[in-house]
């Protein structure tokens, strides 16, 4: 399978499931559209035709196509599809939790998922104990794997920060007894970012998650206090004083973008005048009825404004200052194996969510959701039969897959999205698939872009 298309002058094939990237001249663009649906006879007549080309260059270009298949980097097979079946459910081991330690939050956001932080239920924190026990039960179901992830989530975090303290701490020790390591992860809306968790996230922390939305009025909208006061003259200061600490180490300033600002290309550039290089926007997954909701007419723009996006990348490029997208990251030369590549996330075999008092959940989206509770850290999972589900959760999995070229950077979606939109984890949620699909291509462009290559014909695999 290969998928075409075309952005700022390039032509670009997509060879699927090779993986291989060619950027071509328009007739070999053309000729590879054709070359499987006629005989090649005709492919070469067509190409001189419609291209005014010899009769030389038209066979020149079809034995360079003929080659390109000959390869494995054109219309290559599927090999993956017997892989996907029951590689999740081989030998499942946890790698990675994610720490409801506050279900509570001193902003009170309107479209959060979660339900400004109480995920549909009562407010709570996590106790030490409980989460010195969740350290305990990922080592102990980590088996082979030495990398291990721990997000501190909410809610917001930072409402429990002495236990997030000891809990680290804790880690830390028993990180060294067991062989392992352990990659801390804090997500926050910055409002109780001062010195003291700057320097002590700088220390510990494998990356943060900083919360802003971009412009003042768009960030105003939503995140705001129980008071109703907009949140952003009090974040943006503590957390240019944080990235400013932050040195190499990783971060991620993380905006939601709604029906209300469409135009998040102008919320993007707000966060670069800010002086943030690591970013990242998200659409906003909520109730259809919400008037915050994405529709159906908002698809085109925002499909241009991802355009605006990869054409600002590539221009910061060529002028010495770059920034990141977190949708647009890619490696064209290496890049996640094929297993995650059909497997995706891991949500309910390799990661799970605990909450505040020790129940297991597939992932953060699905807690609160009693028919998505799968046991607790101190039984383990229990619910077998919700984990084969999700083991069997794929890009395989889902009818409407079949023939997208895109499965294997998605990797079929996120479940909890699916679940939300079709009420099945195999479902799928279309719209989602859209914006995924314009930001891999537009993630490909630049890349091409800003790489080295810049004659027709050379692929990266």
Not at 133 to 150: P, Q, W
Request: proline share 3%; hydrophobic share 35%; net charge negative.
């Amino acid at each position: 399978m290969i998928h075409r298309y075309q952005f700022d002058g390039l032509n670009i094939v997509l060879d699927c499931y090779s993986g291989s990237i060619h950027m071509t001249d328009p007739v070999a663009y053309d000729m590879i559209g054709w070359f499987e649906d006629l005989p090649e006879e005709e492919v070469i007549n067509k190409a001189m035709s419609v291209h005014g080309i010899s009769i030389e260059d038209a066979n020149e270009c079809m034995a360079d196509i003929k080659s390109l298949k000959e390869s494995g980097k054109l219309y290559a097979p599927d090999k993956y599809e017997n892989i996907a079946l029951d590689f999740r459910k081989k030998n499942i081991k946890i790698k990675a939790l994610c720490l409801h330690v506050a279900h509570t939050c001193n902003l009170n956001c309107s479209y959060c998922f979660a339900s400004q932080g109480k995920y549909h239920g009562d407010r709570a924190v996590m106790s030490f104990e409980v989460g010195k026990r969740a350290i305990d039960f990922l080592i102990e179901n980590s088996g082979y794997h030495k990398n291990l992830d721990v997000d501190f989530f909410g809610g917001e975090p930072l409402m429990n920060w002495d236990v997030v303290k000891k809990i680290v701490a804790y880690g830390r020790e028993q990180e060294k007894l067991h062989g392992k390591n352990i990659r801390f992860t804090l997500t926050t809306n910055g409002v109780l970012l001062d010195d003291e968790v700057t320097e002590f996230c700088n220390k510990e922390m494998h990356n943060v998650v900083l919360s802003l939305d971009g412009r003042k009025e768009v960030n105003d909208r939503f995140r705001v206090d129980y008071a109703g006061n907009g949140s952003y003259d009090r974040i943006v200061p503590n957390f240019q004083k944080f990235v400013s600490k932050r040195g190499s180490k990783s971060y991620y300033m993380r905006g939601t973008f709604t029906h209300f600002n469409t135009d998040f290309l102008n919320d993007i550039k707000q966060m670069l005048d800010l002086g943030f290089t690591e970013l990242s926007m998200e659409p906003v997954v909520t109730d259809p009825s919400s008037p915050s909701a994405l529709t159906r007419e908002d698809l085109p723009v925002l499909f241009g404004q991802y355009e605006e996006l990869a054409r600002l990348m590539v221009r910061r490029h060529k002028e010495g200052r770059p920034f990141t997208f977190y949708h647009y990251m890619l490696d064209l030369t290496c890049g996640p194996c094929i297993y995650k590549r059909v497997a995706g996330c891991g949500s309910g075999t390799e990661y799970l969510a605990v909450t505040p008092w020790g129940d297991l959940y597939p992932c953060h989206q699905f807690v609160g959701d009693e028919k998505y509770k799968m046991g607790d850290i101190y039984k383990g999972v229990e619910n077998l039969e919700l984990q084969d589900k999700f083991a069997s959760c794929n890009a395989y999995s889902r009818p409407e897959c079949k023939d997208c070229w895109a499965k294997l950077y998605c990797s079929g979606g996120c479940a909890a999205n699916s679940y939300h939109a079709s009420g099945d984890i195999n479902g799928v949620y279309e719209y989602g698939c859209e914006v995924f699909k314009k930001r891999i291509e537009c993630a490909i462009a630049v890349k091409l872009l800003t790489s080295d290559i810049d004659a027709p014909g050379e692929e990266n695999q």
